[in-house]
């Protein structure tokens, strides 16, 4: 992935349907006020807060956000890189999503518990600064 220097806000206004960006608005400020960091927009419409390199076992590596979300017209991605075993008890208490690999969909923001959200976002953030597990060595870029 790499940035693209788009303007967020600007990204963000012309999102639709208007529930999408108004979900996308609130999770941005979630993601803003546990990173501390301002968004950037990536590659294929993902809003990042800071950059991380991964690399994998298998050679691969490359460049993401270290929390991120995307909003698509059918839900809001969020990004979750360490994938959701150790976030089963909190998504049991979510409300209605769906999740695969390292996404986690939602359709509709205001059916969820927005503290069980931000608990599962702190946790990945935490997660990323870590420096990830021997499944993905990441490595905080700025």
């Known amino acids: 992935m790499e940035k693209t220097g788009q303007d967020v806000q ?20 979630i993601m803003r006020e546990i990173t501390g960091r301002e968004p950037e927009m990536w590659s294929s419409g993902i809003v990042g807060f800071g950059t991380c390199h991964y690399r994998y076992p298998t050679g691969t590596e490359g460049l993401t956000g270290i929390l991120a979300f995307a909003p698509r017209k059918t839900s809001l991605t969020v990004y979750v890189f360490e994938g959701f075993d150790t976030h089963r008890e909190a998504l049991a208490q979510l409300g209605p999503h769906t999740t695969s690999v390292s996404c986690l969909y939602i359709k509709d923001l205001s059916k969820v518990d927005l503290d069980i959200l931000r608990g599962i976002l702190q946790r990945s953030y935490d997660w990323m600064l870590e420096g990830g597990s021997d499944a993905a060595i990441l490595t905080i870029v700025d």
């Open 10 to 29: 600007e990204y963000l206004a012309a999102v639709t349907p208007a529930r999408r960006r108004d979900d996308a608005l609130v999770v941005l400020d």
